[in-house]
């Protein structure tokens, strides 16, 4: 008789699934930035976003790549799916000077990119 057992492949298979199932959310998250917080809804879409963030000492990031801020418009426009109607989130941190993140917001605006947002976190409700 010659035939292979494969259960021991499949056991191998389904524990790498839930591996990848449980990191693959974890890789996502981006650049750690502290978010300010707010209590406005969640915006609804239905595609990924592009991101742009901003760290406490000024570095800018599109998506996970650190970029100068005069390269950030060519960039964006090289992978904006949509063209200027392409949704894209400024993330800053809470300790950024408001300067530096209305400079990355005025060059996206300048550039013709008109559907731009500003990411926080949930704010927790005061306790009564």
């Not at 699934?17 to 969640?42: C, D, N, R, S």
């Not at 996970?64 to 418009?73: D, G, Q, V």
């Not at 894209?88 to 941190?93: A, K």
């Amino acid at each position: 008789m010659s035939e292979i057992n494969v259960t021991p492949f499949v056991d191998v298979m389904l524990v790498l699934l839930i591996v990848f199932m449980v990191a693959a959310p974890l890789l996502t998250v981006g650049v750690p930035i502290e978010l300010p917080e707010t209590q406005a809804k969640a915006l609804q879409g239905d595609n990924e976003p592009l991101t742009v963030s901003v760290t406490p000492d000024g570095k800018i990031y599109l998506q996970n790549t650190e970029i100068e801020l005069e390269t950030l418009t060519p960039k964006l426009l090289a992978i904006a799916k949509n063209g200027y109607k392409e949704r894209i989130f400024v993330r800053g941190d809470r300790l950024v000077d408001y300067g530096n993140v209305m400079k990355v917001m005025g060059v996206l605006n300048r550039a013709g990119f008109n559907r731009i947002g500003l990411v926080t976190d949930s704010e927790e409700p005061a306790p009564k």
